[in-house]
């Protein structure tokens, strides 16, 4: 069975960073899209940034271009989110989630596989 698990939450200070993790066990194939999302209280859950296993292409939501940066360690299954210059407003519960036959430019709310969640504070 296809597992995800977030770990590197935490409150931080505007302007801090924080980098999250997410391992992934039990997939039957290599080859898929795996991405960030989050969660607000009272928003719907979005697309952070997402990334190709196979070949390491990248989306990144406009709202957090130049701040953040996704990268893969297929050697270790573990995704990672570097979250630089933090504002309030990235406060939410970020979820991992990955899906065979996403695409990664659309990097949708729809993926089959999901972690449980990791919730980032930034407090002003």
């Known amino acids: 069975e296809a597992q995800l698990v977030e770990s590197g939450g935490g409150l931080v200070q505007a302007g801090g960073s924080l980098r999250l993790s997410c391992e992934a066990s039990?997939?039957?194939?290599?080859?898929?899209?795996i991405g960030w999302f989050r969660q607000a209280p009272g928003q719907e859950r979005e697309g952070v940034s997402c990334?190709?296993?196979?070949?390491?292409?990248?989306y990144y939501a406009d709202s957090v271009k130049g701040r953040f940066t996704i990268s893969s360690d297929n050697a270790k299954n573990t995704v990672y989110l570097q979250m630089n210059s933090l504002k309030p407003e990235d406060t939410a519960v970020y979820y991992c989630?990955?899906?065979?036959?996403?695409?990664?430019?659309?990097?949708?709310?729809?993926?089959?596989?999901w972690g449980k969640g990791t919730l980032v504070t930034v407090s002003s």
């Open positions: 989630a990955a899906d065979g036959f996403a695409t990664v430019q659309a990097c949708p709310v729809g993926m089959d596989n």
């Open positions: 039990g997939f039957t194939y290599d080859d898929y899209v």
């Open positions: 990334i190709s296993r196979s070949d390491g292409e990248t």
